[in-house]
Every structure is written in structure tokens, then in C-alpha cells.
């Protein structure tokens, strides 16, 4: 039996995870949590095979996260799952001994096979994502319907996408938004790394190509 241990932040998603999960013969979840400072409260004393990780927390970020992680369980198996179809943050996360990396969107009987061969001491990389190029640029070139660009960006990503396609400046986008300026580059980062571009040129390419600008 695989005990499997789940720390997601969307609870439609955890109960589903849970839910599919369970109907498995060789799989058990053993506990949830929906951010990481509970999670790693919870690491002592638990008894799982297998962490699957939502990679964007809100109270952590995922390299502090796995590094805490990695000092109390250095033997914990690890599955990120996420919506970053860049391979950025697989490259940052490596250096920790991760095991597997896998969109959200996969299928089930992809995540069963990932959970199953990280168990069994292999990794797994999700199948629509190439981590032998660090910079993947190719989703910039992709047309991804209307339903998934909304579950990959938030409102106020697109939003800030559309106005770094009208060459609007950081200073110019916090003031337009009333945001801080840290708070538009924390932005524009994390488009870069969900999207898998390089960099602004990348953005524009994206948004044209999905009819996100005029």
C-alpha cells in the first residue's frame, strides 16, 4: 500500500484528489493540508510514502518549502503538482531531490502512473513537459482555449498581461492598478514561469496567439 500525504490549496480540487485516489486498491491517503506551514507541523509524525505538493502555496514559496521539507524528511518522495507549464521552477526544484513534477491538468491515469513509479523509487515529469531545455519557449506558441487560460492565469494576471502587450512599464501598470511595483514584477514572473516563456517577447507571443489582445 502507497501512503500518500496531499498539501493543496483549491479544496475542489484536494476533495477530487482524495476522491480518485481512494478508489485505488494500492493507494491511501493518509492525511491533507492546505498550506505548507501545516504541513510541515505535520511532517514529524507522518507516516507517508509520498507528498503530493501544489507548488504555489499562499503562506510559502515552493523553495523554502521543499527545503524545510528536505531537512526533516530527507526520505519523503515528492510529486509537485502544478499549473506552470514552464521548466524553470523544475530546474530550481531539482537541486532538492524532487521526484516527480506533474500539470494539474493530467489525466488519471497519468498521475497514477507518476505516483507508482515515484514509489517504487523511479521520477516522473509530467508528459507535456520536455525538462531537458531549462528555458522551454514552447507554450508560447500554443492556442489554449478560453476555460484553460482562466484556470492557468488569474484575473489579474490577464489583466496585467494585456497591458505588458501595450508596452506599458512596471511603474506604469502599478499606477494604472493601484498596485505596488513589487507587487506587478512578482506578477510578470510568474506569468513568464506559468506560460513557459522567456521573457516579455514571450508574454506578447502568447496573448496574440490566444486573442488576449486586439
Known amino acids: 500500500m502507497i501512503k500518500i500525504y496531499i498539501t493543496e490549496d483549491h479544496e475542489l480540487y484536494l476533495e477530487g484528489l482524495m476522491l480518485l485516489l481512494s478508489r485505488q486498491p494500492d493507494l491511501e491517503v493518509i492525511g ?3 498550506d505548507g506551514k501545516t504541513l510541515l507541523a505535520n511532517l514529524m509524525g507522518m507516516e507517508a510514502d509520498l507528498l503530493l505538493l501544489d507548488i504555489q502555496l499562499p503562506d510559502m514559496e515552493p523553495e523554502a ?8 524528511r530527507p526520505d519523503l518522495k515528492i510529486i509537485f503538482l502544478t499549473l506552470m507549464r514552464g521548466t524553470r521552477f523544475i530546474h530550481r526544484l531539482l537541486k532538492f531531490n ?7 491538468s493530467a489525466r488519471l491515469d497519468e498521475l497514477q ?8 523509487g523511479g521520477t516522473y515529469f509530467s508528459r507535456e513537459i520536455d525538462i531537458t531545455h531549462k528555458d522551454d519557449d514552447f507554450r508560447n506558441t500554443v ?7 482562466n484556470d492557468i492565469l488569474t484575473k489579474r494576471e490577464i489583466e496585467i498581461l494585456k497591458l505588458v502587450c501595450r508596452e506599458y512599464s512596471n511603474a506604469r501598470i502599478a499606477e494604472q492598478l493601484f498596485l505596488s511595483i513589487g507587487t506587478v514584477e512578482t506578477h510578470r514572473k ?3 514561469a506559468k506560460l513557459g516563456v522567456n521573457n516579455t517577447v514571450g508574454l506578447v507571443k502568447f496573448a496574440v496567439k490566444n486573442g488576449l489582445v486586439d
Open 32 to 34: 491533507t493540508c492546505m
Open 98 to 104: 524532487i521526484q516527480g513534477y506533474l500539470l494539474k
Open 113 to 120: 502512473e507518476a505516483i507508482r513509479t515515484v514509489a517504487s
Open 65 to 72: 518549502l521543499v527545503r524545510s521539507i528536505r531537512q526533516a
Open 143 to 149: 492556442t489554449i482555449d478560453e476555460k484553460r487560460i
Open 190 to 192: 510568474n506569468l513568464i
